[in-house]
């Protein structure tokens, strides 16, 4: 069973970073494209980033330049450095993994596990 853990969120003040890791058990996600997205409170699930199995990437307009996906297959472990952080950034993020591993994009209902989700909080 594939499972998904999330960690480093926390708290940081506007124009700070923290860098997300998730940790994959029960699959290499050399197998998976990877996903980050996020859910501030009372509203919708927000895609963040995407990387496929061969590392190309694609984000979210809102976090371009701000944020970097990265995978590190030997580690089955997939990061998200945010840098420049905003208030608005804050959310609960999730890392998900698609069996699609070319490409999942930006539809959650292409990703297949979900971790439990990190919170970010960034103060103004």
């Known amino acids: 069973q594939v499972q998904l853990v999330e960690s480093g969120g926390g708290l940081v003040q506007a124009g700070g970073s923290l860098r997300l890791a998730c940790a994959v058990s029960?699959?290499?996600?050399?197998?998976?494209?990877m996903g980050w997205f996020r859910q501030a409170p009372g509203e919708g699930r927000e895609f963040v980033a995407t990387?496929?199995?061969?590392?190309?990437?694609s984000y979210a307009d809102s976090v371009k330049g701000r944020f970097t996906i990265s995978r590190d297959n030997p580690k089955n472990t997939v990061y998200l450095q945010m840098n420049s952080l905003k208030p608005e950034d804050t959310a609960v993020y999730y890392c998900?993994?698609?069996?699609?591993?070319?490409?999942?994009?930006?539809?959650?209902?292409?990703?297949?596990?979900w971790g439990q989700g990190t919170q970010v909080t960034v103060s103004s």
């Open positions: 029960g699959r290499s996600i050399s197998y998976y494209a």
């Open positions: 998900a993994a698609s069996r699609t591993a070319t490409y999942a994009g930006s539809n959650s209902a292409n990703y297949n596990y």
């Open positions: 990387i496929n199995w061969n590392s190309a990437t």
